[in-house]
């Protein structure tokens, strides 16, 4: 396997699949199978999940709600998503450990960074909840953190595209895929990797980016074998 540990960015919309809002159980399923596979070939696998599939909280403040509070509500919604995936995880026979940015010890252990490293050195796969407590940072900023902090080899951001693009090919049928980019020219041509906070501490640390299709059953295999299912951003 090209990495041993990764950080595996999944986006929270990505859990609706076809459905207007909530948890689809067949993506849901997909998503624990795939990563079963790679942690059974001895891939170390920590897991950063989004909550916009159920509360998101830059939107609050359009319906009334405070801007911290609504962050606060989207952390909440990560952990759901987290218990979630725990679960489907599990029901696979895979051993998980879920791990909380805010205490509620009923649910998930608190997050610390030794602990956290270490049941992934036992072969566990750790999902890291409720953002890193503190409200104004998303989940991209999460996973770029608790990446570093675990020591991660690369950050592995699963959307609905195969990679980055010159524009939203969604929306532009002509964009073209870059199969590899430096930081600085990411940058330079303000493409949307992640949030520019996510986005600066992977680079000022030197840690690769990958953005690839989660939704194509096989492709995170593909990526931990080395081929190139999608965009490597570098130093």
Known sequence: MKYKRILLKLSGEALMGTQQYGIDP??????????????????????????????????????????????????????????????????????????????MEQVCEPFIRRRAIRHLEKGRIVIFGAGIGNPYFTT????????????????????????VYTADPEKDPSAKRYSQLTFQEAYEKNLNVMDMTAFTLCMENGLPIIVFDMNKPGNLLKILEGEKAGTLIQS
């Open 26 to 103: 067949d993506r849901l399923n997909q998503y624990a199978t795939e990563i079963k596979e790679v942690a059974s070939r001895g891939v170390e696998v920590a897991i950063v999940i989004g909550g916009g599939n159920i509360f998101r909280g830059v939107q609050a403040e359009a319906s009334g709600i405070e801007r911290v509070q609504g962050d606060y509500m989207g952390m909440l919604a990560t952990v759901i998503n987290g218990m979630a995936l725990q679960s489907a995880l599990e029901s696979n026979g895979t051993y998980t450990r879920l791990m909380s940015g805010i205490n």
């Open 140 to 163: 991209d900023s999460t996973a770029s953190l608790r990446a570093i902090e675990i020591q991660a080899d690369v950050v592995l951001k699963g959307t609905r595209v195969d990679g």
